[in-house]
């Protein structure tokens, strides 16, 4: 029988492979990138095959590599339920969310920590956009989800409103949405829909939409528009810290709303503890 795979390695290539990014996993492991690299090739090596396709522009699953997701998502999912089923669960408050509300969560989440120590809050990122309470134990969610259809358990955070962001070296040569022409574009997700959706509210047709990069995450489109690579289309909600860093900047004033938003929910039929009610009260004041 074939040794199993170290667990420690196992347990870096389940969060590399939500965020397909080396350089957010060894932030969410607080270990350095290279630990993370020699990690998962160590567990290639041990299994015989890889299980991430490294290109220029990224990473991406190969088949192998989504097979292990999906059942080190099972396996840590069951040692998660052991946790709190076998132990006294702890007080830590846990918390769900897709990764790409992370770089408006994460920012807020350290400042919330800094200001009330006595509400310990610990992040799960997911590229899942729901959450089910029956079969994950968290205690609160942020949810992405059709605006207004939400129940009264629901507290809205902000409404997707979907704009062009580059580094500020490209803002000279976009002076009209028909600059894009000249632009790589680069897309957050394999289909074009966002770049499509808001042309078509600015009145323009470029015949480079399909000839840009797409990325699996909009953490990794907004990295390589930052580096100066190309025009991202992304929510504008969620990149005020790389607007205010001065590392994106918004060429165009126009901002398209999608009829998607980003809710904070709980368990229904719970009453949120006062921690948790005090951590959703304050992350919705922040969103306003």
Same mark, same amino acid.
């Given at each position: 029988?074939?040794?199993l795979p170290p667990l420690p390695a196992l347990h870096t290539f389940w969060v590399t492979a939500q965020c397909c990014n080396f350089t957010r996993?060894?932030?969410?492991?607080?270990?350095?990138? /290279?630990?993370?690299?020699?990690? +998962?090739?160590?567990?290639?090596?041990?299994? /015989? $095959?890889?299980?991430?396709?490294?290109?220029?522009?990224?990473?991406?699953?190969?088949?192998?590599?989504?097979?292990?997701?999906? #059942?080190?998502?099972?396996?840590? /999912?069951? +040692?998660?339920?052991?946790?709190?089923?076998?132990?006294?669960?702890?007080? =830590?408050?846990?918390?769900?969310?897709?990764?790409?509300?992370?770089?408006?969560?994460?920012?807020?989440?350290?400042?919330?920590?800094?200001?009330?120590?006595?509400?310990?809050?610990?992040?799960?990122?997911?590229?899942? $956009?729901?959450?089910?309470? #029956?079969?994950?134990?968290?205690?609160?969610?942020?949810?992405?989800?059709?605006?207004? *259809?939400?129940?009264?358990?629901?507290?809205?955070?902000?409404?997707?409103?979907? =704009? &062009?962001?580059?580094?500020?070296?490209?803002?000279?040569?976009?002076?009209?949405?028909?600059?894009?022409?000249?632009?790589?574009?680069?897309?957050? =997700? #394999?289909?074009?829909?966002?770049?499509?959706?808001?042309? %078509?509210?600015?009145? =323009?047709?470029?015949?480079n939409l399909s000839q840009g990069y797409h990325f699996e995450t909009l953490d990794l489109a907004m990295t390589v528009a930052s580096q100066g690579?190309?025009?991202? +289309?992304?929510?504008?909600?969620? +990149?005020? *810290?790389?607007? %205010?860093?001065? #590392?994106?900047?918004?060429?165009?004033?126009?901002?398209?709303?999608? /009829?998607?938003?980003?809710?904070?929910? $709980? &368990?229904?039929?719970?009453? &949120?503890?006062?921690?948790?009610?005090?951590?959703?009260?304050?992350?919705?004041?922040?969103?306003?």
């Amino acid at each position: 029988m074939k040794r199993l795979p170290p667990l420690p390695a196992l347990h870096t290539f389940w969060v590399t492979a939500q965020c397909c990014n080396f350089t957010r996993a060894a932030e969410q492991l607080h270990i350095t990138q /290279g630990a993370v690299s020699r990690q +998962i090739a160590g567990l290639e090596s041990h299994l /015989g $095959y890889p299980l991430f396709q490294r290109q220029a522009r990224g990473l991406s699953l190969t088949d192998e590599g989504r097979e292990w997701s999906l #059942r080190a998502q099972q396996v840590f /999912g069951l +040692i998660g339920e052991a946790v709190e089923q076998i132990g006294c669960r702890r007080e =830590t408050l846990q918390l769900k969310a897709p990764t790409c509300v992370m770089r408006w969560l994460l920012p807020r989440l350290m400042q919330w920590q800094q200001e009330r120590p006595d509400v310990p809050v610990e992040l799960t990122t997911t590229v899942a $956009y729901t959450v089910d309470f #029956r079969r994950e134990q968290f205690d609160a969610a942020v949810i992405y989800a059709p605006v207004g *259809e939400q129940s009264a358990q629901a507290w809205h955070l902000f409404d997707e409103q979907l =704009t &062009p962001v580059c580094a500020p070296a490209l803002r000279a040569g976009l002076q009209t949405p028909a600059d894009l022409q000249r632009q790589v574009l680069l897309h957050p =997700t #394999r289909d074009e829909r966002d770049w499509a959706l808001w042309l %078509k509210a600015a009145g =323009t047709r470029l015949g480079n939409l399909s000839q840009g990069y797409h990325f699996e995450t909009l953490d990794l489109a907004m990295t390589v528009a930052s580096q100066g690579s190309g025009v991202a +289309i992304g929510d504008s909600a969620l +990149i005020g *810290e790389d607007l %205010k860093a001065g #590392r994106l900047v918004m060429p165009f004033e126009l901002r398209v709303p999608t /009829g998607m938003g980003y809710y904070l929910v $709980y &368990p229904q039929g719970t009453e &949120p503890s006062v921690g948790l009610e005090a951590l959703l009260t304050w992350l919705v004041s922040q969103a306003q």
